[in-house]
């Protein structure tokens, strides 16, 4: 149910506007975040406020968060369920960093990896790209969040996130749940179509890389009957290099029928080559995809029903993060006078 329940773990993850989502995001993350609202006190949030550690269009940027609102309900994240919100709607977010950034060394900041890696990409680093990890802290302590559900690449953000609490509740005492990260297998990666050697990651519509969450049919077919594969014709999963192309189709297919790899091979049996295997694969896709589409584009046509969505999301998180906030506040000297409130 929507409302708290305390006797539910709390799982927080945060997903950054930074583009098209595609179905990489959907088998990997958003699948596992639909899963885990069923049983449990469940927020997302749309990271805004991590997304202008790098210089953004702000047109872009609000036209982007709704449609990953959009796509996200479309995805299956249900608002009854999950907090849904906008991370900038919700101003304790930022005030709690504030608070953070003063109990975090900044060596423990300097030894990102990602800061390390994105900075040296940059000719003029932001302060907030070395405190984003400080933010992200924010996020996951102001919901007392036992559980974070993350990508490999955020493990070290988890981890510092459970040092940044482990210090504050030794400096000022017990105060935050030390959370859990809960890292995605890896396993089960969907490469490009274009590129089966490199992992699928956003990219423009229609590039015959990625397939998104939002194409049309025509491009997901096209997308996928242009996947690269090797000139054999045997149907089967291989850790071969070489067939990395007709492994991806197969992987894809695995995930989203949930079938074992002798049932998919089952499957392609009696097949004519890679061509009714693109086929299968296509018909599969465009099936599981379209209905996400279709609720995409129902949301973002109807921008008030999404805004009271947003808004309830925010509120609801605000009803959590705000008493949170006012006790890290108390604990650190900073109480406002009730009369001055
Ligand atoms: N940094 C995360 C990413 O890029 C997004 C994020 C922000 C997040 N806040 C979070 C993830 C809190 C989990 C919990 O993927």
């Known amino acids: 149910?929507?409302?708290?329940?305390?006797?539910?773990?709390?799982?927080?993850?945060?997903?950054?506007?930074?583009?098209?989502?595609?179905?990489?995001?959907y088998l990997g993350a958003i699948q596992q975040w639909v899963r885990m609202q069923e049983d449990r006190n469940s927020f997302i949030s749309i990271v805004d406020l991590?997304?202008?550690t790098v210089t953004q269009d702000p047109k872009e940027l609000a036209t982007r968060v709704r449609e990953l609102?959009?796509?996200?309900?479309?995805?299956?994240?249900?608002?009854?369920?999950?907090?849904?919100?906008?991370?900038?709607?919700?101003?304790?977010?930022?005030?709690?960093?504030?608070?953070?950034?003063?109990?975090?060394?900044?060596?423990?900041l300097e030894r990102m990896t990602q800061y390390k890696d994105k900075s040296a990409k940059q000719q003029s680093v932001m302060t907030g790209l070395l405190t984003y990890p400080v933010l992200q802290a924010a996020d996951i302590l102001l919901?007392?969040?036992?559980?974070?559900?993350?990508?490999?690449?955020?493990k070290q953000h988890i981890e510092l996130t459970r040092d940044i609490a482990q210090r504050f509740n030794h400096m000022y005492g017990e105060t935050f749940v030390v959370p859990e990260p809960v890292i995605r297998k890896d396993g089960a990666r969907i490469m490009g179509l274009d590129d089966p050697r490199s992992k699928m990651s956003k990219s423009e519509a229609g590039s015959g890389h990625a397939l998104l969450l939002t194409d049309e049919e025509v491009v997901l077919r096209r997308t996928i009957k242009r996947a690269t594969t090797d000139s054999g014709r045997e149907i089967t999963f291989s850790e071969?290099?070489?067939r990395a192309g007709v492994n991806n189709l197969l992987t894809i297919y695995q995930l989203l029928t949930g079938k074992d790899r002798s049932g998919v091979e089952a499957d392609f049996k009696d097949a004519r080559?890679?061509?009714d295997l693109k086929t299968t694969v296509a018909d599969l896709v465009v099936e599981k995809l379209a209905p996400i589409r279709?609720?995409?584009t129902r949301y973002l046509d109807d921008?008030?029903?999404?805004?009271?969505i947003l808004q309830k999301g925010a509120d609801r998180a605000r009803a959590v993060a705000e008493p949170k906030l006012i006790q890290v506040k108390e604990r650190m000297g900073l109480a406002v006078p009730a009369a001055l409130l």
């Not at 995805?75 to 975090?104: N, Y």
């Not at 919901?143 to 955020?154: K, L, R, W």
Request: hydrophobic residues 40%.
């Open 1 to 25: 149910m929507s409302d708290f329940t305390p006797a539910r773990k709390t799982v927080f993850s945060g997903i950054q506007p930074s583009g098209n989502l595609h179905l990489g995001n």
């Open 50 to 52: 991590h997304a202008i």
């Open 69 to 108: 609102a959009a796509v996200l309900l479309a995805a299956g994240i249900d608002p009854e369920k999950t907090t849904l919100f906008v991370q900038s709607h919700v101003r304790a977010h930022a005030e709690g960093s504030w608070l953070l950034s003063c109990v975090t060394p900044l060596g423990w």
């Open 143 to 154: 919901y007392d969040a036992h559980e974070v559900p993350v990508g490999q690449d955020q």
């Open 240 to 242: 071969d290099a070489e």
């Open 273 to 275: 080559g890679y061509g």
């Open 294 to 296: 279709a609720a995409c």
């Open 303 to 308: 921008p008030a029903e999404l805004d009271r």
